[in-house]
């Protein structure tokens, strides 16, 4: 009997339990470890602060994939040792609040999948002064909040790169505008980002193409902006000030800590792993989503999306049924996505390509009804093939 050990259950984590259950032999055991309750996917959290459609639509209890076989552990995990494969984690109870049980648990395989930490304190003021817009735990506070807005100046800020889902933002600025328009209120809007484009990865023609729906919705643009500190009324960066009556922030992001803490990280400050195979340099430890720092060809990093973070676990998940069954892993990620982003009135474009290819091959798409059917499809069939109907 073998044991894989799946640290985290987003996207990556999922994918990789669930492939491993289908492969394994029944007897050996798939444990995912996890300090949420449920799960959603990131675009809910746009739809929930746009009016759209309540957060609590698209989750799943974690807990349904034990009718599939996975050892579902909800706990924190506060060590990892990724020499022996192994993690100490506190155990939770049933309200989510710590227990004091410490536990080490530890398998012949192990897979961190425990994504990106926002790091709101980096910039001084930006907890007290903005709203999170990646805080799927407080949505509902900041959906109430953008319900109450009756006018002014709307700005949408990027504190930090790389971020989860970089068209994220500009989705949510192209929604909010369209709520506001529907609700006749006067207001502007602004969108920054440190970046020296809006998307870096479609180059100067697709960037242009993708800045011209902010533009046609009447959202302003400003890239190369970073915030420095953040105050009542006024985020305020190395050359400028900018005022604000509402302000949604993405954080600046970094690895958890107790990732960084086993010594997985690189000097990126991500899980440095071999792009094809998500080896990392320790032997049987893999990383898949956004905890990792994968190059492109290009010099540029790949994307953090919950797409690259399915694909991954479910290479990882094939590689280490390979290796159980005494057979040489061949399974490798192939670098293929898509990302979508709402244009309002009903429509979608994607960003897609295959960004491991030299050079990277990508491009945003027009923006269509069916592209945005696409997205309600590709969240609909994932959460049934992981959770049933």
């Known amino acids: 009997m073998a044991r894989a050990l799946i640290l985290g259950g987003g996207f990556g984590g999922i994918a990789a339990a669930v492939t491993l259950r289908r492969l394994l032999d029944p007897a050996d055991e798939v444990v995912l470890v996890e300090r949420r309750a449920t799960f959603a996917m990131g675009l809910r959290k746009n739809w929930a602060l746009a009016g759209i459609e309540p957060h609590a639509v698209g989750e799943r209890p974690l807990e349904r994939l034990r009718d599939r076989g996975i050892d579902v552990w909800r706990a924190s995990i506060t060590a990892i040792d990724p020499a022996a ?10 309200s989510g609040a710590p227990s004091g049980r410490l536990e080490w648990v530890g398998g012949d395989a192990l897979v961190v999948a425990l994504g990106a930490e926002r790091d709101l304190d980096r910039v001084p003021g930006l907890r007290a002064h903005g709203l999170d817009a990646y805080d799927s735990a407080r949505t509902d506070e900041a959906a109430r909040r953008i319900a109450e807005f009756s006018g002014g100046r709307v700005v949408v800020g990027i504190f930090g790169a790389p971020y989860p889902c970089p068209p994220g933002p500009y989705e949510l600025a192209l929604l909010l505008a369209e709520r506001f328009e529907a609700r006749g209120l006067s207001y502007g809007m602004l969108v920054f980002t440190p970046l020296p484009k809006s998307l870096p990865i479609l180059g100067e023609a697709g960037c242009a193409a993708f800045d011209g ?11 190369n902006t970073r915030a420095v500190e953040v105050r009542a009324g006024e985020v305020v960066t190395a050359d400028a000030v900018i005022p604000f009556d509402l302000l949604l922030a993405v954080p600046p992001h970094r690895a958890p800590a107790v990732v960084a803490a086993a010594g997985l990280t690189g000097p990126s400050g991500w899980v440095p792993v071999d792009p094809r195979t998500l080896e990392t340099r320790f032997p049987g430890v893999y990383a898949v989503g956004d905890v990792t720092g994968i190059p492109m060809p290009n010099g540029g990093a790949l994307p953090k999306a919950g797409v690259f973070a399915a694909a991954e676990g479910e290479v990882v998940a094939e590689r280490i049924a390979a290796t159980f069954a005494g057979r040489r892993p061949e399974a490798t990620f192939a670098g293929e996505g898509v990302c979508f982003m709402e244009t309002g009135r009903g429509s979608a474009a994607m960003v897609r390509g295959r960004f491991l290819d030299d050079p990277p091959r990508v491009e945003l798409t027009a923006a269509s009804p069916e592209h945005l059917a696409a997205k309600r499809a590709f969240e609909a069939e994932r959460l049934a093939a992981w959770f049933g109907s």
């Open 85 to 94: 494969l192994a993690a100490e984690v506190e155990l939770l109870e049933p």
């Open 213 to 223: 729906h902010l533009a046609g919705a009447g959202i302003s643009l400003r890239t």
